[in-house]
């Protein structure tokens, strides 16, 4: 069974920090790229990060980058997301999503988690 399983959400204020963990299973972990997406309430699911299989690289949405920090550890067949300054804007169901290039669209993710949700409090 694919699974994708969440972690680490939860409520911080304004200028605070969370770090979001995606525990896979199920499938060759180390080689698929990992992204990370969200979707805030009466908006469509946007893209955030992903980070490749082979050389580790990574991409950032603009609206996190320099604030937010990818990381995968394939041993563990776990990704991180190390997300600082968190602004009310950066509410959402946050979700990872496996697919084998990190340039694919979103409904060309071949798997999904069921979300955590992260609130940060004006």
């Known amino acids: 069974e694919v699974q994708l399983v969440e972690s680490g959400g939860g409520l911080v204020q304004t200028g605070g920090s969370l770090r979001l963990s995606c525990a896979a299973s199920?499938?060759?972990?180390?080689?698929?790229?990992i992204g990370w997406f969200r979707q805030a309430p009466r908006k469509e699911r946007e893209g955030v990060s992903c980070i490749s299989s082979s050389d580790g690289s990574i991409v950032y949405a603009d609206s996190v980058k320099g604030r937010f920090t990818l990381s995968r550890d394939n041993a563990k067949k776990t990704v991180y997301l190390q997300m600082n300054s968190l602004k009310p804007e950066d509410t959402a169901v946050y979700y990872c999503a496996a697919s084998l290039r990190c340039d694919y669209p979103i409904d060309g993710m071949d798997y999904w988690g069921k979300g955590t949700l992260v609130t940060v409090s004006s």
């Open positions: 199920g499938f060759t972990f180390d080689d698929y790229a």
